[in-house]
Nanobody, 123 residues
Framework: QVELVESGGGLVQAGDSLNLSCTIS????????MGWFRQSPGKEREYVAS????????YYGDPAKGRFTLSRDDVEKTLKLQMNSLQINDTAIYYC????????????????WGQGTQVTVSS
């Protein structure tokens, strides 16, 4: 059983940065990928970034390319998403998720989710 708890969201201005954390607990023996997704009101869940857990290789969705960086800290047992140059359309609830099937961006193949952390970007 894997449990995920997100933190680090908040209200920032356009152009600011935020560093989201996903605290991970439980058995990761079968974990294939860990990722971040986001969802805005009235929109479908959107892929942000993910990591192949065995190699630390990272992959990014279009919203994240060139602005966000995904990393892991095995001492703190966290998955971090550094977000720079935030824009108003980055406003969303950001979710951390774990998959035993994939390390790419298909949300349907992620079966363990955190409760999410709200990121709000104002002008």
């Amino acid at each position: 059983q894997v449990e995920l708890v997100e933190s680090g969201g908040g209200l920032v201005q356009a152009g600011d940065s935020l560093n989201l954390s996903c605290t991970i607990s439980g058995n990761l023996q079968y974990t294939f990928g860990m990722g971040w997704f986001r969802q805005s009101p009235g929109k479908e869940r959107e892929y942000v970034a993910s990591m192949f857990w065995l190699t630390n290789d990272t992959y990014y969705g279009d919203p994240a390319k060139g602005r966000f960086t995904l990393s892991r800290d095995d001492v703190e047992k966290t998955l971090k998403l550094q977000m720079n140059s935030l824009q108003i359309n980055d406003t969303a609830i950001y979710y951390c998720a774990e998959s035993r099937l994939t390390f790419y961006g298909n949300a349907d193949e992620y079966h363990t989710w955190g409760q999410g952390t709200q990121v709000t970007v104002s002008s």
